[in-house]
């Protein structure tokens, strides 16, 4: 089945530098990669996905670029935010709505 | 829009007791999933329910079920706690598409 591996576990970086968190998967199959935000005592937002047609996506300071070739994909975050602190997940899914998830990256964004 | 809805947010069972979640979906949506997290395995698929049929279905044993309404409110149950049991249990919602927005969970502790 589908494996999916994410790197680094921890993240910290300075207010105002950039974040880059960087996830590979097995299977070939897979076309839709979400990427999700997870604060302490809350289930998973979504804050953006990419599918396999598409090579880069961005919304504001929020990046995502997929390389089916190596089957890996990214999240860039510029202009990093305390409020950016939380644990971020990738996903990556063949459809029916089983999402396989990465081991999350803590951030931690020093002011 | 309300968000995906889950009932109760907190539960502490015994071990060899059942358990029964509740997760209404956000309005319009037709596909419920759910998903065990927990520290050392993550996030993990459990089910996929769309019209009130399973569609899709994770590695967990028959303790683990789930069921859909008509309304596309869900349960799931589980049968015979146990203390490996204790996790954050999470619903998502979605359109019949891919894209899942979770709620806020249910935080179970078997004893």
């Known amino acids: 089945g589908e494996n999916v591996e994410q790197h680094p576990s921890t993240l910290s970086v300075q207010e105002g530098d950039s974040a880059v968190i960087k996830c590979t998967y097995s299977d070939s199959a897979s076309n839709y990669f979400p990427w999700y935000k997870q604060e302490l005592g809350k289930g998973p937002q979504l804050i953006i996905d990419?599918?396999?047609?598409?090579g880069e996506k961005k919304d504001q300071r929020i990046a995502v670029t997929l390389n089916k070739t190596a089957k890996h994909f990214s999240l860039h975050i510029t202009e990093t935010q305390p409020e950016d602190s939380a644990v971020y997940f990738c996903a990556a899914s063949t459809g029916f709505q089983k999402l396989v998830f990465g081991t999350g990256t803590r951030l931690l964004v020093s002011p | 829009k309300a968000g995906v809805t889950q009932t109760p947010r907190y539960l502490i069972k015994t071990r060899g007791q059942q358990v029964t979640l509740s997760c209404s979906p956000i309005s319009g949506h037709r596909s419920v999933s759910w998903y065990q997290q927990t520290p050392g395995q993550g996030l993990q698929f459990l089910f996929e329910y769309f019209s009130e049929t399973q569609r899709n279905k994770g590695n967990f044993p028959g303790r683990f079920s789930g069921r859909q309404f008509s309304n596309s409110r869900s349960e799931m149950n589980v049968s015979t706690l146990e203390l490996g049991d204790s996790a954050l249990y999470l619903c998502?919602?979605?359109?019949?598409?891919?894209?899942?927005?979770f709620g806020p969970g249910t935080r179970l502790l078997v004893l």
């Open positions: 998502a919602s979605s359109t019949s598409g891919e894209t899942q927005y």
């Open positions: 990419i599918r396999s047609n598409v």
